[in-house]
């Protein structure tokens, strides 16, 4: 009786073609960047995304991309409320 909990995995083969002669499997697919990603190839299951999260939350960014990041949201805010006219007068005291 089979497990209907678990998922079935895909065969795999080792074949090498007769003529190739470079480096690991040619017909494997795989993006460019996906040594660089941190998702790129986790496990599944509840416990591996949690512990990949953590992971990812430990690992700082850019500072300088942050603070960027904040002055460009805060130009576009800005930029907005002139476009739109709206008076900062009402949060200032009479």
């Known amino acids: 009786m089979r ?3 678990k ?3 895909n065969r795999t083969y080792d074949y090498s073609p007769r003529y190739y002669k470079g480096e ?3 017909y494997k ?3 460019k960047l996906d040594k660089f990603r941190s998702t790129a190839h986790t496990q599944r299951g509840l416990k591996n995304k949690f512990s990949s999260a953590v992971d990812d939350l430990k690992t700082e960014g ?5 603070i960027r990041f904040l002055v460009i949201v805060a130009v576009l ?3 907005f409320l002139y476009i739109i006219d ?3 007068s009402i949060f ?3």
């Not at 850019?62 to 942050?66: I, R, Y």
Request: net charge positive.
């Open 3 to 5: 497990n209907f909990l």
């Open 7 to 9: 998922l079935r995995k």
């Open 24 to 26: 690991g499997n040619p």
């Open 29 to 31: 697919i795989e993006h």
């Open 62 to 66: 850019d500072k300088n991309l942050k």
């Open 77 to 79: 805010i800005l930029l």
């Open 86 to 88: 709206f008076d900062l």
């Open 92 to 94: 200032l005291n009479p």
